[in-house]
């Protein structure tokens, strides 16, 4: 008899390299990647922000252990090759991501079935950081980047490309967490949420589920999330009368977001069948909760907005009143170097406010950069009017 170990079956019935989740607090996010192989220590967790430290001791109880990086703690006792304590007194998300490739590629490939990110913001702030800070390893140079700020998104997003291959290289399957914010046009909240990241993610992933599990009347959060699929790229096939008919395997909502539930449906492909009003699409509602929470974001971006709008006749003092950070300096160049008004609305300005709850800019940066995003974008706005 073979001592030799069986080899054991795929996780899923078909590849899935990538999975994304998102969605409020509680939600069930970091628990569904949990979920995805309870084979002892099959899954390695990258906890950026303490969200599986309650679930380490019980999956072990039950013999479903896990492997936890503490990444703070790790940063915290991080030696350099001098033997010193660098992050001891803090780290930017650059320090953090270059810590983080290098363990991501010392990882043997195989070892792990699921390599889990929870969550991936910090690490996408650090990878474009280092991208800022390295131009020559795309062929390009500081005073491209600075002229032409599309031509360092473009290197972000094909640097994020090598880095998610290199993940699912090794591993059957990547899965990251994202928070949830306010979405905004411009400087301006829609009213809507949407998830945190670059589109790299949403573009690279397969699944990407939203994960709800919202309180009932009586208070009580049901054990499992539901979730929408706000992006399933699983198709199933067949061929019929010399033609290939392919079926959706998800539907728009999964009433149970579990990874069972997804291969479930593999054998019962949503796509073939009439769909349950528990699968079905649906109008979102928001808690007045979350009604008066949006609505306050939006009346703060508003009132910011129109103080930013009053004070254009006196871009020259402004300019005077405001010293300017690298930080608030790079989205500057990055404003005036815009050629497309929709990079502005889309890109540049979500950035912004991230920098500035990030603490990376000050509101008196923030304010003017306002001033010159508004001042920019209508010429740019004008200019398309006119070309076209």
Same mark, same amino acid.
């Given at each position: 008899?073979?001592?030799?170990?069986?080899?054991?079956?795929?996780? =899923?019935?078909?590849?899935?390299? +990538?999975?994304?989740?998102?969605?409020?607090? =509680?939600?069930?996010?970091? !628990?569904?990647?949990?979920?995805?192989?309870?084979?002892?220590?099959?899954?390695?967790?990258?906890?950026?922000?303490?969200?599986?430290?309650?679930?380490?001791?019980? *999956?072990?109880?039950?013999?479903?252990?896990?492997?936890?990086?503490?990444?703070?703690?790790?940063?915290?006792?991080?030696?350099?090759?001098?033997?010193?304590?660098?992050?001891?007194? @803090?780290?930017?998300?650059?320090?953090?991501?270059? =810590?983080?490739?290098?363990?991501?590629? %010392?990882?043997?490939?195989?070892?792990?079935?699921?390599?889990?990110?929870?969550?991936?913001?910090?690490?996408?702030?650090?990878?474009?950081?280092?991208?800022?800070?390295?131009?020559?390893?795309?062929?390009?140079?500081?005073?491209?980047?600075?002229?032409?700020?599309?031509?360092?998104?473009?290197?972000?997003?094909? $640097?994020?490309?090598?880095?998610?291959?290199?993940?699912?290289? *090794?591993?059957?399957?990547?899965?990251?967490?994202?928070?949830? @914010?306010?979405?905004?046009?411009?400087?301006?909240?829609?009213?809507?949420?949407?998830?945190?990241?670059?589109?790299?993610?949403?573009?690279?992933?397969?699944?990407?589920?939203? $994960?709800?599990?919202?309180?009932?009347?009586?208070?009580?959060?049901?054990?499992?999330?539901?979730?929408?699929?706000?992006?399933?790229?699983?198709?199933? %096939?067949?061929?019929?009368?010399?033609? &290939?008919?392919?079926?959706?395997?998800?539907?728009? *909502?999964?009433?149970?977001?579990?990874?069972?539930? +997804?291969?479930?449906?593999?054998?019962?492909?949503?796509?073939? !069948?009439?769909?349950?009003?528990?699968?079905? #699409?649906?109008?979102?509602?928001? %808690?007045?909760?979350?009604?008066?929470?949006?609505?306050?974001?939006?009346?703060?971006?508003?009132?910011?907005?129109?103080?930013?709008?009053?004070?254009?006749?006196?871009?020259?003092?402004?300019?005077?009143? &405001?010293?300017? @950070?690298?930080?608030?300096?790079?989205?500057?160049?990055?404003?005036? #170097?815009?050629?497309?008004?929709?990079?502005?609305?889309?890109?540049? @300005?979500?950035?912004?406010?991230? #920098?500035?709850?990030?603490?990376?800019?000050?509101?008196?940066?923030?304010?003017?950069?306002?001033?010159?995003?508004?001042?920019?974008?209508?010429?740019?706005?004008?200019?398309?009017?006119?070309?076209?």
């Amino acid at each position: 008899m073979s001592d030799a170990k069986a080899t054991p079956p795929p996780l =899923w019935p078909q590849p899935i390299p +990538i999975i994304g989740g998102t969605g409020k607090k =509680w939600s069930g996010k970091s !628990v569904f990647g949990l979920n995805i192989c309870p084979q002892p220590n099959a899954t390695l967790v990258y906890d950026f922000e303490q969200s599986t430290t309650s679930y380490e001791q019980e *999956r072990a109880r039950i013999g479903a252990p896990f492997v936890r990086i503490d990444v703070q703690k790790e940063m915290h006792n991080y030696k350099d090759e001098k033997g010193n304590y660098p992050y001891r007194s @803090g780290y930017k998300p650059i320090n953090l991501f270059m =810590w983080w490739i290098k363990h991501v590629r %010392s990882l043997e490939a195989g070892k792990y079935r699921v390599i889990m990110a929870d969550p991936v913001t910090d690490l996408e702030r650090g990878l474009t950081d280092w991208v800022a800070a390295n131009p020559e390893y795309f062929g390009h140079t500081a005073n491209q980047y600075q002229k032409m700020s599309g031509v360092m998104w473009g290197d972000v997003k094909d $640097f994020e490309k090598i880095v998610l291959a290199d993940i699912t290289a *090794r591993c059957e399957t990547f899965y990251f967490t994202a928070h949830i @914010g306010a979405e905004f046009k411009g400087n301006t909240a829609t009213g809507k949420e949407k998830a945190k990241g670059k589109e790299t993610l949403y573009e690279l992933a397969s699944v990407y589920l939203w $994960f709800e599990r919202d309180p009932d009347s009586t208070g009580t959060r049901p054990n499992i999330p539901s979730a929408r699929v706000e992006k399933g790229r699983l198709m199933v %096939s067949e061929l019929i009368d010399e033609e &290939v008919v392919s079926y959706s395997v998800l539907p728009p *909502r999964l009433p149970q977001a579990t990874p069972k539930a +997804i291969r479930e449906y593999f054998k019962n492909p949503a796509g073939k !069948v009439a769909l349950k009003d528990t699968e079905k #699409a649906r109008e979102e509602s928001m %808690s007045a909760d979350d009604r008066l929470r949006l609505e306050v974001a939006k009346a703060e971006a508003e009132r910011d907005a129109a103080q930013a709008r009053a004070t254009v006749p006196q871009t020259q003092q402004v300019m005077v009143a &405001v010293t300017l @950070g690298a930080r608030a300096t790079e989205f500057e160049r990055s404003i005036r #170097a815009a050629t497309d008004p929709a990079f502005l609305l889309d890109t540049v @300005g979500p950035q912004i406010k991230l #920098a500035f709850d990030a603490k990376e800019i000050t509101e008196p940066e923030v304010n003017y950069l306002r001033t010159v995003f508004n001042e920019c974008g209508k010429k740019l706005q004008a200019q398309k009017q006119s070309a076209a």
